[in-house]
């Protein structure tokens, strides 16, 4: 995740002056410099109920538009697709998200692989996860019951 310039146009995401990525617990400053807008790292990581926000502080002398994406790619063919967007955030004032992706898994019988959800999933989620407490790798197998109904395991419990 990072915090960029996103520059829009007519509702429209064109490209990124520039980033600062972000984990959770961290934030980040943003400051006038001789070389425009610099956002600079915060060095105390955040604790206790904040350690799962990511924030960003606006301390220019003027309001800025911003935005928080995901980062794609390394070094120069790095790229910042921004997903939230907020205008106008004022001087000395800070924007704090709360990131918490989520794993789901549902069974249904209506569904084919070539399905696009289109909208909510109306079945309830058998399984559920947050994805900041998942290893880079894990693997789930589902099970059926001998009496119908399904359990979800880590691969490493079959």
Sequence with gaps: MAF???????????????????KLGEAVTLIDSS???????????????????????????????????????????QTYEPT?????????????????PQLKIYLTKDYQATDILRGDIETPSLFTRDLNTLAGVTAWNVVETSGGSFNILPASKL
């Design 35 to 77: 070389m425009g807008k610099t956002f600079t790292p915060d060095a105390t990581p955040m604790t206790g109920s904040t350690s799962r926000l990511m924030t960003l502080k606006n301390r220019c002398r003027d309001r800025v538009d911003v935005g928080i994406g995901f980062v794609h790619g390394d070094g120069a063919t």
């Design 84 to 100: 939230l967007y907020w205008e106008g955030v004022g001087s000395n004032t800070n924007v704090s998200i709360q990131f918490t």
């Design 4 to 22: 960029g310039f996103p520059q829009v146009n007519r509702d429209n995401y064109i490209e990124a002056e520039s980033w600062q990525e972000l």
